[in-house]
């Protein structure tokens, strides 16, 4: 999302709002979120209100891409339980019994589902009120808000749900919530299977709803460029609609094919899943050049290391700078990671030419006043050219996954591509000898191309690890990769 919607104030995504109880509705609320849906602008202001709710530090902007998951990934130094910094030593100990952490497992889970609650008020409404819409938005409204819904409960089942290869249908898992109600009573915990039913026929009639998606029929260099199109040639086909603009940063089309081939992949559904992937991986623009490409060393040597023409779905964070200076950027920066640690996970004897790693691309150490070693600091998300500045665009789901996720699936010769626009030794292309081996490599590539981004943890979910070797020995138990409910929900499971 970019500055075409961006003047959106965030109280428009907290039209629903919690008090004690799960996902109370106050009744002026009620009242005022009715009279948004008199206008077609009203639903592209609900929905907008989405997804800055999803890009907040709660969910996106930090909690769910570089804190929670990357801490249970042990991707960050753990200091000591006695620190200032312990909440990163229990996160990464599994320790969810802490005042910190129970807290922060509530912020996150009432996140996503008040903006689920957000959606489902679109979707309540839309269908009443059609001839409200004008050049395809009601399909592309509609189609966004059923993706988004399946999008996020899959990411709760991720979280708080079962390891994958360990269900059985009949299990509990999440609540799948398709209305806006505040009765808690009816918000309960439904079956595994129900779960993944409900995600895909969501998915599936997002897919049919977007099927003439502007991304579908402009490059992405186009939609980017709507001031004028900077520096694009103006006599080329544009939408007319500046609400058509920034697909990348909305749930478009093959944000939805991409989320097809993650849900498939963590049930087991191999063929589906390569099928998906496939969809994403070939998608060419009407002169024939690939909708999306994977990062190259020249956007690494930009500092551009989340790859913006990899970016299939992000989210825009007005807060990112606030948020991560902290995190990332100044000298009492919490996260970081030892160089010899860091070193073996990328591999650095073997691939020395690593796009990502070279350079201080992606680390960089640096001295700290009064101290009396350097400090590893984090670079993915520093503005290019810029130490003190984030970058605001931050990746859901980028091209790259889709390669693994085909690599995973039986096209092994993909992974060479992946290899070579990373610059990493050949070498390692034979080495996909059987599944195992296969799993073996993608742990290690998982781990340097996702790094602060989230993924990670899922990967060793996915598997169900019993140890994790990096960085160092630790032990998992089967119970630590299903997070425990919020208190506060408990009562409703």
């Given at each position: 999302m970019k500055n075409i919607y961006l003047y959106l104030l965030i109280p428009v995504a907290l039209i629903f709002t919690s008090c004690n109880k799960w996902l109370d509705i106050q009744p002026e609320l009620e009242m005022r979120q009715t009279a948004m849906f008199e206008s077609e602008q009203?639903?592209?202001?609900?929905?907008?209100?989405?997804?800055?709710?999803?890009?907040?530090?709660?969910?996106?902007?930090?909690?769910?891409?570089?804190?929670?998951?990357?801490?249970?990934?042990?991707?960050?130094?753990?200091?000591?339980?006695?620190?200032?910094?312990?909440?990163?030593?229990?996160?990464?100990?599994?320790?969810?019994?802490?005042?910190?952490?129970?807290?922060?497992?509530?912020?996150?889970?009432?996140?996503?589902?008040?903006?689920?609650?957000?959606?489902?008020?679109?979707?309540?409404?839309?269908?009443?009120?059609?001839?409200?819409?004008?050049?395809?938005?009601?399909?592309?409204?509609?189609?966004?808000?059923?993706?988004?819904?399946?999008?996020?409960?899959?990411?709760?089942?991720?979280?708080?749900?079962?390891?994958?290869?360990?269900?059985?249908?009949?299990?509990?898992?999440?609540?799948?919530?398709?209305?806006?109600?505040?009765?808690?009573?009816?918000?309960?915990?439904?079956?595994?299977?129900?779960?993944?039913?409900?995600?895909?026929?969501?998915?599936?009639?997002?897919?049919?709803?977007?099927a003439n998606d502007p991304i579908l029929t402009y490059s992405n260099a186009i939609?980017?460029?709507?001031?004028?199109?900077?520096?694009?040639?103006?006599?080329?086909?544009?939408?007319?609609?500046?609400?058509?603009?920034?697909?990348?940063?909305?749930?478009?089309?093959?944000?939805?094919?991409?989320?097809?081939?993650?849900?498939?992949?963590?049930?087991?559904?191999?063929?589906?899943?390569?099928?998906?992937?496939?969809?994403?991986?070939?998608?060419?623009?009407?002169?024939?050049?690939?909708?999306?490409?994977?990062?190259?060393?020249?956007?690494?040597?930009?500092?551009?290391?989340?790859?913006?023409?990899?970016?299939?779905?992000?989210?825009?964070?007005?807060?990112?700078?606030?948020?991560?200076?902290?995190?990332?950027?100044?000298y009492s920066t919490a996260y970081t990671q030892s160089e010899t640690s860091l070193k073996t996970a990328f591999e650095t004897t073997l691939h020395s030419s690593d796009i990502r790693y070279r350079n201080n691309r992606l680390w960089e150490s640096r001295v700290v006043p009064l101290a009396s070693a350097a400090f590893n600091y984090f670079k993915k998300y520093n503005e290019s050219g810029s130490t003190v500045t984030a970058i605001t665009d931050i990746p859901l789901i980028r091209l790259v996954e889709m390669y693994f996720i085909a690599t995973e699936c039986g096209r092994e010769d993909l992974f060479k591509v992946y290899r070579l626009s990373r610059v990493l030794d050949a070498s390692i292309d034979g080495t996909l000898t059987d599944a195992d081996a296969v799993k073996e490599r993608l742990e290690k590539e998982y781990r340097k191309e996702f790094y602060g981004e989230g993924q990670m943890f899922f990967f060793y979910k996915r598997y169900a690890y019993g140890t994790l070797s990096w960085p160092v020995a630790k032990e998992v138990t089967e119970a630590s990769y299903k997070l425990p409910f919020p208190e506060s929900q408990m009562t409703f499971e």
């Amino acid at each position: 999302m970019k500055n075409i919607y961006l003047y959106l104030l965030i109280p428009v995504a907290l039209i629903f709002t919690s008090c004690n109880k799960w996902l109370d509705i106050q009744p002026e609320l009620e009242m005022r979120q009715t009279a948004m849906f008199e206008s077609e602008q009203g639903f592209k202001d609900v929905l907008t209100g989405a997804y800055i709710r999803m890009a907040t530090p709660e969910l996106y902007g930090l909690n769910t891409t570089m804190k929670l998951p990357e801490m249970m990934a042990q991707n960050w130094t753990i200091p000591s339980e006695n620190s200032s910094q312990a909440e990163i030593y229990y996160i990464s100990n599994f320790d969810f019994t802490q005042t910190s952490t129970k807290d922060l497992l509530e912020k996150v889970w009432l996140q996503y589902y008040q903006t689920i609650i957000n959606i489902n008020s679109i979707l309540e409404h839309i269908d009443a009120k059609k001839d409200l819409f004008a050049n395809g938005n009601y399909e592309l409204i509609k189609g966004e808000a059923l993706g988004l819904r399946a999008f996020l409960h899959f990411e709760i089942l991720r979280y708080w749900g079962p390891i994958p290869s360990k269900v059985k249908a009949g299990d509990k898992a999440i609540p799948y919530v398709k209305m806006v109600t505040k009765n808690p009573q009816e918000l309960l915990a439904v079956s595994y299977q129900e779960v993944i039913d409900n995600i895909l026929t969501d998915l599936n009639n997002a897919e049919q709803l977007l099927a003439n998606d502007p991304i579908l029929t402009y490059s992405n260099a186009i939609l980017n460029s709507p001031d004028n199109l900077q520096g694009v040639n103006q006599d080329l086909p544009h939408p007319e609609d500046e609400f058509h603009y920034f697909r990348q940063a909305r749930f478009n089309y093959y944000a939805v094919k991409a989320t097809k081939a993650r849900y498939y992949l963590w049930i087991g559904k191999k063929t589906e899943a390569l099928e998906n992937a496939l969809v994403v991986i070939d998608a060419q623009d009407n002169d024939a050049k690939s909708k999306f490409t994977l990062g190259s060393d020249a956007e690494a040597n930009n500092g551009q290391l989340t790859f913006p023409t990899e970016q299939i779905f992000a989210v825009n964070s007005t807060l990112a700078t606030q948020t991560l200076t902290p995190v990332f950027f100044n000298y009492s920066t919490a996260y970081t990671q030892s160089e010899t640690s860091l070193k073996t996970a990328f591999e650095t004897t073997l691939h020395s030419s690593d796009i990502r790693y070279r350079n201080n691309r992606l680390w960089e150490s640096r001295v700290v006043p009064l101290a009396s070693a350097a400090f590893n600091y984090f670079k993915k998300y520093n503005e290019s050219g810029s130490t003190v500045t984030a970058i605001t665009d931050i990746p859901l789901i980028r091209l790259v996954e889709m390669y693994f996720i085909a690599t995973e699936c039986g096209r092994e010769d993909l992974f060479k591509v992946y290899r070579l626009s990373r610059v990493l030794d050949a070498s390692i292309d034979g080495t996909l000898t059987d599944a195992d081996a296969v799993k073996e490599r993608l742990e290690k590539e998982y781990r340097k191309e996702f790094y602060g981004e989230g993924q990670m943890f899922f990967f060793y979910k996915r598997y169900a690890y019993g140890t994790l070797s990096w960085p160092v020995a630790k032990e998992v138990t089967e119970a630590s990769y299903k997070l425990p409910f919020p208190e506060s929900q408990m009562t409703f499971e």
